[in-house]
């Protein structure tokens, strides 16, 4: 039969490759020392560029094998002088060692494991050219990893290596100390060492040199100007003046890996000191470089989004720049592409989000360009990466107070991937989502019933319940924004999921983030109708004694401006509950403690001041039976003569509120005497 004769002819195949794998590992520990270096040319045949090979031999220890080869080699030569065959299994080796750490994490932490890594370093110092470069090239290629041992730039000794590496004539070697400094330099300290050192100046110098030169060098110096305004100011203010004309130059390369890497410097250097690359002809030519090598198959492709979203992230100007050269378009183009992977759909996702995050123009072109079709879409998507990024761009989008309105974004179509996505694996895909929906359903149109038709209420209800406090955070800030103005038959819906316990052991989570959301909530659940303010007596007043507790101890503002505009809201009620209100504000006589809101009504914070008073203005309504006796009481506990301090607050609305709190005082007195 056909379909036998195919599986015996695979499982043969098979057979043979497992045995001619074996082999290989056999010959690498025979004592016949042709024999162990065929082998080692055979493996490295093998495994280069091969992924799976790569794997297959690691599992079969073949990198301990190598690195003992190795040793050997490096241990038998006399010095630095070193006879043809043993030369030869040195470099092999290194080769080796080198190809299993390309771009394989597991290969580059299996060679640092075997203790091959010192005996690479130590081929540096050889005063054979070949042995030298392949030592340099296989230490670079673990220098490309996250995974390679960090280079102290502190330790004179080090420096004084890197700098003989960066002198060197071999392309490969200088190329390993530009590498090194790529992988290393993350803090302000080591910068200013390299930049002390003269290393930019020698970095400069190779954008001259050979391809790999130029690429290593644009990458070395990125990484030295990242977030250090200092040495972005000696850099360009020096002679290197020249050098930043090259890096601009190196914009329109022929070579699409040198013009992103050139791209990447520049936006590192503007993003570090914006008063730099202002000129327009240099911005308008980042743009376009960049959305030019979107159309590039390779990584070269993968990475210029990347780089877009780097350019134009945060800055409206150099949106509109990007968006006057149809970048929306442009992307919209390349996301519409079969087979994209996961990678560069992310990239192109995001800098769609960039480009939608503040400008109208944006967004309006994004909607009229069918682009959401493919977001929504992308949500479902089987890379966790993408369904992230989908979710963060289609927040950018959802920022449109004109789209909102026109409920163009609260339809089932999509609604419903949204809320499956909520049950995503992924964290951060969950957080993303929740970012989402907190943006749609600040509706205006009354179409609120979708979302909870298609079960998101209890999603984020269960959410809000999660053990990581930014699901938590963001779930409430979602329920906050649904809560928004909304009608009573919907509050009392929402209400009925999250309880009234729920909310009170939210408002005392451990996060103060969570808190401050859990207490916007709660005042946008008993803002309105009077009937809206009875959610706090639920269950014995548990929700009310909660914002009480925390109004207590709060040493966030941002706690403080909550919990006072929900008793702010509550003492708009009947008397019943400006009573309870007066109950939070003021502690029982025995405790001998400040009334709470004495400090905020003295905090530096306008808006805490602000929120404050409107409680006092609310419990002190002339027109409500009680509010002489509130008065009197908060007269008693120092309150009336604080505000009465207030009177030429900096703030005008603090100020406006004053006003209003001290006519309704002079009021309620007026009352007072004549009923005396």
């Known amino acids: 039969m056909p379909t036998a004769t195919s599986t015996t002819a695979t499982a043969t195949s098979a057979n043979t490759s497992t045995s001619a ?18 082998a080692l040319r055979q493996l490295k045949n093998q495994i280069i560029g091969n992924r799976t090979k790569k794997l297959s031999f690691l599992k079969l220890g073949a990198v301990p094998s190598v690195a003992a080869i190795l040793a050997e080699a490096v241990l038998a030569a006399d010095g630095d002088r070193i006879n043809s065959f043993n030369k030869n299994v040195i470099v092999q080796s290194a080769a080796v060692l080198g190809s299993f750490a390309c771009g394989f994490d597991a290969g580059v932490q299996a060679v640092l494991d075997a203790g091959a890594f010192p005996d690479l370093l130590r081929l540096l110092s050889n005063l054979d050219e070949k042995v030298v470069d392949a030592g340099a090239r296989s230490v670079k290629m673990i220098y490309q990893s996250k995974l390679a041992p960090k280079y102290d730039f502190l330790q004179e000794k080090n420096m004084e290596f890197l700098l003989s590496l960066l002198n060197s004539e071999s392309e490969t070697v200088s190329g390993l100390g530009a590498s090194i400094i790529t992988h290393s330099c993350k803090t302000s300290v080591e910068q200013k060492i390299l930049f002390d050192a003269g290393v930019l100046k020698k970095l ?20 030295i100007f990242k977030d250090n305004p200092e040495v972005v100011l000696k850099f360009v203010g020096s002679e290197s003046g020249k050098a930043l004309s090259s890096i601009i130059e190196l914009v329109k390369d022929k070579f699409a890996r040198t013009r992103l890497l050139a791209s990447l410097c520049l936006i590192v250097l503007r993003n570090t000191s914006p008063c730099y690359l202002q000129d327009i002809a240099i911005k308008t030519k980042l743009v376009n470089t960049l959305l030019e090598l979107l159309g590039d198959p390779g990584q070269v492709g993968d990475e210029a989004s990347f780089a877009l979203s780097s350019l134009i992230a945060q800055k409206e100007d150099m949106q509109k720049l990007a968006f006057e050269n149809n970048a929306i378009d442009k992307l919209y183009c390349h996301l519409q592409k079969d087979s994209l992977n996961p990678r560069r759909f992310e990239g192109i996702l995001l ?13 309006s072109r994004f909607l009229s360009s069918q682009v959401l079709n493919s977001v929504v879409d992308a949500v479902a998507h089987d890379s966790a990466d993408v369904r992230s990024a989908a979710c963060i761009c289609f927040k950018s989008v959802a920022r449109s107070i004109q789209n909102l309105s026109a409920g163009s974004f609260l339809t089932e179509a999509v609604v419903i991937p949204l809320v499956r996505v909520l049950d995503d694996p ?17 509706d205006f149109t009354a179409r609120r019933s979708i979302f909870i038709r298609c079960g998101g209420v209890k999603q984020l209800v269960q959410l809000s319940k999660s053990m990581d406090a930014a699901i938590r955070l963001n779930a409430l800030w979602a329920l906050r924004n649904l809560m928004f103005q909304a009608e009573s038959k919907c509050k009392e819906g929402l209400f009925m999921e999250l309880t009234a316990s729920l909310l009170a052991s939210l408002i005392c989570d451990p996060e103060p983030f969570v808190q401050e959301q859990a207490l916007a909530l709660v005042r946008n659940l008993v803002d309105g109708c009077i009937s809206s303010v009875e959610y706090v007596f639920a269950e014995d007043g548990i929700l009310l004694d909660a914002v009480g507790r925390q109004l207590q101890s709060a040493l966030k503002a941002e706690i403080g401006i909550q919990g006072m505009y929900v008793l702010s809201n509550v003492a708009t009620g009947e008397e019943f509950h400006k009573e309870a209100v007066l109950n939070q504000l003021i502690p029982h006589a025995e405790t001998g403690a400040q009334a709470y809101i004495i400090k905020f009504l003295q905090s530096n914070d306008s808006r805490l001041r602000t929120a404050a008073v409107w409680t006092v203005v609310n419990l002190t309504n002339s027109l409500s039976p009680g509010a ?49």
């Open 628 to 676: 002489v006796d509130r008065l009197e009481i908060l007269r008693g506990a120092g309150i009336v003569s604080q505000i009465n301090n207030m009177q030429n607050d900096p703030c005008l609305d603090v100020k406006l509120r004053v006003k209003t709190a001290l006519g309704q005082f002079k009021t309620l007195d007026t009352c007072l005497s004549h009923s005396s």
């Open 351 to 363: 800098a769609l989000a960039d480009m939608c995050s503040k400008l109208e123009c944006c967004r």
């Open 426 to 442: 992924s964290t951060s895909v969950q957080v993303a989502a929740l970012g989402v929906i907190s943006n749609i359903v600040v």
């Open 21 to 38: 794998t074996s082999g290989i590992i056999h010959r690498l520990s025979s004592t016949d020392q042709d024999v162990k270096l065929k």
């Open 204 to 223: 400069s110098s190779l954008l001259e040199g050979s391809l790999s030169q130029k690429d290593s060098s644009l990458e070395s110096l990125a990484t």
